[in-house]
């Protein structure tokens, strides 16, 4: 493998760039799986705190943490009790401030989560809406209805949970009758906020600023195509099960309303120094929905979700790429590029199994092709123009743990009937970062989801300083790309001629061809080799044998 760049040196401050967001690469830290600083077997700040040196060496610029708020824990951390407050799971207040202040010294910016469209059934406020019974104020701030049916028996209209089940529980009114009914387009611990009233609003402008007062350097925002929904909350009428990546769009997620908030929230941002940013998790039916999200005075970035749906062939990835560029040139925002997050099984187990099985699956399928293919899959995503995001773990080349025993699995999905298939705990195994110990690492104890004995070969540890591993892969690719003037920012890619299963584009004096298929191709020689994802093509004098299933990366200056 040819990895002739050593890695770049990292400020030891944040630097002032304008911009930065657009060539970002962004690291996700689930932080109940990331690294345990108490020895309770859950991660916490304290254990991310002390391993952001290990962020700064792997060359991303910033670190995107997963929910750590004071929550009951329903979803992950997912349903909010308190936006203001660290869960003690986590840590405290004093924890996340001395994690800012330790990342910003290191050179990283810091993103926070922030779940708007629901919050946990736990919150004061929806705690005071059952309290004070029907016909409250209070009420107002959720989605409460009357039932339909004689009695108010059925639910008031036919919209399904994305979990499974319907949308809508029954409330025990304060007397002990059955009364009015609650929306919840996830977990019934998770009501959905009523974004008409005045309130919400007021109350999440305060929340932005709460956390932007704290030194963090942007937000993503959990279920950003949620918050609004259609007047008068239409039935959906015949449709098959609800997924967060829908067809079209529905009278709850995409309405063009949403809009509207992020305007205010952008407004908020730009008031703040330092180049803050917001990034949508916004699941829309196209990547032409998507920029809506990005035009330029709301969000900064959205998640690209169908590029992380789409196989690894070369004529389907050809096509997403040419449309997400094509979608994001005129609102003039970057392109995100992403391949596994904590809630999609991670890409070297999708891309092990054969197309079409979705992005939650339960099979291990083919682990030494699936890696293969990731490794190529990645300096693929990070050859595009634009900004891209790397979920813990995956620099080691983790795939899913698909045989998780049933009774630990604590997905709320995998217990309800229909719905999301519930399957996330694979991607959300505590990550090895030693051979040895009661969780390879992770904790002094052991961990809240138990590890593959496997994992030791996987750890930080074991792949540290291995030429091949692919943990130097991604390391050696990171500074490549920041060396490298025609990486990163950008809008646009020159396709050359290349054989079927080939991709092949060039940016400036870069070069990149991935191999998508199972056989070696021959192309051109592009120049001097950069890197290769696997071994090294033979590079005869006009023509270059391609391996299968492999990206490089090649200089013509």
């Not at 059934?121 to 049916?149: I, M, N, T, V």
């Amino acid at each position: 493998m040819s990895q002739q760049h050593s890695a770049a040196p990292a400020s030891d401050t944040v630097a002032v760039r304008g911009d930065w967001w657009r060539d970002a690469v962004i690291y996700q830290v689930y932080p109940r799986s990331f690294a345990d600083g108490d020895g309770d077997g859950m991660g916490d700040l304290e254990g991310v705190r002390t391993r952001l040196p290990y962020l700064r060496d792997l060359g991303v610029d910033a670190v995107w943490l997963s929910p750590f708020y004071a929550s009951p824990q329903a979803d992950a951390g997912y349903d909010v009790a308190d936006y203001r407050a660290v869960d003690p799971m986590f840590g405290t207040l004093l924890d996340a401030d001395a994690l800012i202040r330790d990342a910003h010294a290191l050179g990283l910016r810091v993103i926070v989560d922030l779940v708007p469209n629901h919050s946990s059934d736990q919150h004061e406020w929806f705690k005071r809406s059952l309290a004070e019974g029907p016909g409250s104020p209070s009420r107002d701030r959720y989605h409460f209805r009357p039932g339909k049916g004689a009695a108010g028996e059925l639910p008031p209209n036919d919209w399904e949970s994305i979990f499974g089940g319907p949308a809508w529980t029954r409330v025990t009114e304060p007397d002990g009758t059955p009364g009015d009914w609650y929306l919840h387009l996830f977990a019934p611990e998770q009501p959905d906020f009523n974004w008409e009233h005045p309130a919400v609003g007021d109350e999440f402008r305060s929340i932005l600023r709460f956390w932007l007062d704290m030194g963090v350097d942007g937000f993503r925002i959990d279920v950003a195509h949620g918050m609004v929904k259609a007047a008068g909350l239409p039935d959906l009428g015949s449709h098959d099960h609800l997924t967060l990546l829908a067809n079209d769009v529905t009278p709850f997620f995409d309405q063009d309303g949403v809009h509207e908030i992020y305007r205010q929230w952008r407004r908020i941002l730009d008031e703040y120094p330092g180049e803050r940013i917001f990034v949508a998790e916004a699941w829309t039916p196209t990547v032409e929905r998507t920029a809506n999200y990005v035009r330029p005075d709301e969000l900064h970035q959205a998640f690209n979700f169908q590029y992380l749906a789409t196989a690894w062939d070369a004529a389907s990835l050809r096509e997403v790429i040419d449309r997400t560029l094509d979608a994001m040139r005129p609102v003039g925002a970057p392109a995100t590029w992403v391949l596994s997050n904590h809630d999609v099984t991670r890409h070297a187990t999708r891309f092990a199994n054969e197309p079409g099985l979705g992005t939650q699956i339960r099979l291990a399928g083919d682990r030494e092709l699936g890696l293969r293919r990731a490794r190529a899959a990645t300096l693929l995503m990070l050859a595009l123009p634009g900004s891209a995001y790397v979920y813990q773990g995956e620099e080691l080349g983790l795939p899913d743990v698909v045989d998780l025993p049933d009774e630990v699995r604590q997905d709320p999905a995998y217990f309800r009937g229909a719905g999301q298939d519930g399957f996330r705990d694979g991607c959300r195994v505590p990550i090895p970062w030693t051979r040895m110990g009661p969780s390879y690492g992770f904790g002094p104890a052991g961990s809240w989801l138990p590890q593959p004995p496997t994992w030791a070969d996987l750890s930080v540890e074991s792949q540290a300083g291995v030429p091949d591993s692919t943990l130097e892969l991604y390391r050696t690719a990171l500074a490549v790309r920041r060396s490298e003037p025609d990486l990163g920012a950008g809008d646009a890619v020159e396709w050359l001629p290349a054989p079927e299963g080939v991709l092949a584009f060039r940016r400036g004096d870069f070069i990149c061809a991935a191999n998508t298929g199972d056989t070696p191709v021959t192309v051109p020689s592009y120049g001097r080799l950069l890197l290769s994802s696997a071994e090294p093509p033979s590079t005869p004098a006009a023509e270059t044998t391609l391996p299968p299933n492999t990206t490089t990366w090649w200089t013509t200056a």
